[in-house]
């Protein structure tokens, strides 16, 4: 009758030492549309692609501005990005307050991952359903971490996390060796073609895709259509030419690709290919 | 704040804190402090009374502290209410030395942080008594800021509290420069210090000197000046003075 004994809720361990709640909130993020990121020594850019629920109705917002010096890009829930996105407003707003002075982003992210923890150890909460990859800029740099459900957190040069993004990590981990010097514009360029990589058979124009940037002497900002739609003309990569780029990613990017976000609820019924434990 | 042990809590329209006691006036005190920015960073100094109400009861009050890596403070006014914020800094910098991943808070954010909490207590109708200096090196940046009782701050290249900004700012107005050397920078906080001695009658002739640099703090041993009271001035003070005996 039950197929999971261990799934009911979020503290209950499974004999082999794993939370399954937890797992299918990490499976929430992979469903929810890609975002990516990647830095130089001196900017921060992410990026997502914007998928609308239904055809009738627009997309969800998934980059949002938390100070000058931090941004974030979510996949997930959406309505679980926005609370910790306030969240984090509020924490950054109440250091200038306090110090004057910009919230160091590996500290705001501790403390990200700090409450997203506490929710995989108490039995009246849930997990948080979204993946967070949060861009800042501070005394030591650009800096762009990821953040899990699960409460772990790690720092990345590039990373990608959302349906098909498997597409975007093997784009960027053939060349985030050149990012560290990359100028801006090419960091955006990359930007581009790594979200080009997690479409699935869609024309890549800058209605179905939102990029920001922060770096130094630029506060973080949503680059508005129109430069993105120049940039990827001048670039010329609108897509499609090299379809098979996609194929990669077939293990991951799955049946999903084409619901974004808000189905976690079939996190469920995922069978044994639930998401290991070390991301 | 000691709540007195009342009767019965008499709630009144100010609520439970009323009967609370708050600072009313300072206890023991201690005088001016002057400081400048030089070439290297900031030169502060404090001589060492503690006044009782207008006896001098105390002799070696260190009034200059470091606060972490990068900051000096200096304080006058009342000595517990400095003991007690040297006491909210001492946990600040430990908590942010405990993140331990290479950011530290910089002279600015010290002395914003201390901004609040004046402004803070004054709110509260319970101020902190002090007249508070913040200077220190971070980044090749130097920082020289002022708190009062109040809250109210301000930078600049030369500050100094109570009898200080009237005796000691126009000598600073008149001969401080952006590339003193240390030892003109010594020798100009020795002019203040020996006028406000003079003049000052909470003053003594016990004082340091500290120093803040990129290589941190250095708090000079206790010293006098040398001082000369026979000038004419001194002779007969209140000879022109009208109406004074």
């Known amino acids: 009758m039950f197929r999971n004994q261990y799934d009911t809720d979020v503290t209950t361990w499974s004999p082999a030492g794993r939370l399954f709640q937890v797992e299918y909130a990490m499976e929430a993020v992979k469903q929810g549309s890609a975002a990516i990121g990647l830095r130089s020594k001196t900017h921060v850019v992410l990026g997502c692609v914007n998928k609308a629920n239904s055809e009738l109705s627009s997309h969800q917002k998934k980059i949002f501005k938390v100070d000058d010096h931090i941004g974030v890009a979510i996949a997930g829930l959406t309505a679980d990005g926005r609370v910790l996105s306030r969240y984090m407003r509020n924490e950054c707003i109440n250091y200038s307050f306090t110090y004057e002075s910009p919230l160091p982003v590996g500290r705001l992210v501790v403390q990200l991952a700090d409450k997203a923890q506490v929710c995989t150890q108490r039995s009246w909460k849930r997990p948080y359903g979204v993946g967070l990859l949060v861009a800042g800029l501070d005394e030591s740099g650009a800096h762009l971490y990821y953040n899990c459900p699960s409460g772990n957190y790690f720092e990345y040069q590039a990373f990608a996390i959302g349906s098909r993004s498997q597409a975007a990590k093997t784009y960027l981990e053939r060349r985030f060796e050149n990012f560290k010097d990359s100028s801006r514009d090419d960091l955006v360029k990359d930007a581009l073609m790594a979200i080009r990589e997690t479409l699935q058979g869609e024309t890549f124009k800058s209605s179905i895709c939102t990029v920001a940037v922060v770096g130094v002497g630029e506060p973080f900002h949503i680059l508005d259509q129109n430069t993105v739609q120049q940039m990827i003309d001048a670039f010329d990569i609108v897509g499609e030419q090299e379809d098979p780029a996609a194929e990669p990613d077939a293990a991951a990017g799955q049946e999903a690709a084409a619901e974004p976000s808000a189905a976690a609820d079939q996190g469920g019924s995922t069978d044994e290919g639930v998401a290991p434990m070390d991301i | 704040m000691n709540c007195m042990d009342s009767k019965q809590p008499e709630t009144g329209l100010l609520g439970p804190e009323s009967d609370s006691q708050r600072t009313?006036?300072?206890?023991?005190?201690?005088?001016?402090?002057?400081?400048?920015?030089?070439?290297?960073?900031?030169?502060?100094?404090?001589?060492?009374?503690?006044?009782?109400?207008?006896?001098?009861?105390?002799?070696?009050?260190?009034?200059?502290?470091?606060?972490?890596?990068?900051?000096?403070?200096?304080?006058?006014?009342?000595?517990?209410?400095?003991?007690?914020?040297?006491?909210?800094?001492?946990?600040?910098?430990?908590?942010?030395?405990?993140?331990?991943?290479?950011?530290?808070?910089?002279?600015?954010?010290?002395?914003?942080?201390?901004?609040?909490?004046?402004?803070?207590?004054?709110?509260?109708?319970?101020?902190?008594?002090?007249?508070?200096?913040?200077?220190?090196?971070?980044?090749?940046?130097?920082?020289?800021?002022?708190?009062?009782?109040?809250?109210?701050?301000?930078?600049?290249?030369?500050?100094?509290?109570?009898?200080?900004?009237?005796?000691?700012?126009?000598?600073?107005?008149?001969?401080?420069?952006?590339?003193?050397?240390?030892?003109?920078?010594?020798?100009?906080?020795?002019?203040?210090?020996?006028?406000?001695?003079?003049?000052?009658?909470?003053?003594?002739?016990?004082?340091?000197?500290?120093?803040?640099?990129?290589?941190?703090?250095?708090?000079?041993?206790?010293?006098?000046?040398?001082?000369?009271?026979?000038?004419?001035?001194?002779?007969?003070?209140?000879?022109?003075?009208?109406?004074?005996?």
């Open chain 2, 24 to 245: 009313l006036y300072p206890y023991v005190t201690g005088t001016s402090v002057v400081a400048l920015k030089y070439k290297d960073g900031i030169l502060m100094a404090a001589d060492m009374g503690g006044s009782y109400g207008s006896t001098l009861r105390y002799k070696s009050v260190e009034r200059m502290k470091p606060i972490g890596k990068h900051s000096l403070l200096g304080a006058s006014g009342e000595i517990s209410d400095f003991q007690e914020i040297l006491r909210y800094l001492d946990e600040l910098i430990l908590y942010d030395n405990m993140w331990d991943d290479g950011n530290s808070l910089g002279p600015k954010e010290v002395h914003n942080y201390l901004t609040r909490v004046m402004y803070n207590r004054r709110n509260k109708f319970n101020p902190l008594w002090n007249s508070l200096v913040l200077g220190g090196v971070k980044n090749g940046q130097t920082y020289l800021g002022m708190v009062s009782m109040i809250g109210v701050n301000f930078e600049d290249n030369h500050v100094a509290t109570g009898f200080g900004n009237h005796l000691a700012r126009p000598i600073l107005r008149q001969e401080w420069h952006e590339n003193l050397s240390f030892e003109e920078g010594v020798k100009l906080l020795e002019k203040c210090m020996r006028v406000l001695l003079y003049r000052d009658r909470s003053a003594v002739n016990k004082l340091q000197i500290a120093k803040i640099t990129e290589e941190g703090v250095t708090i000079s041993q206790p010293y006098s000046l040398k001082t000369h009271w026979e000038f004419s001035a001194f002779q007969n003070p209140t000879q022109g003075a009208v109406g004074s005996w």
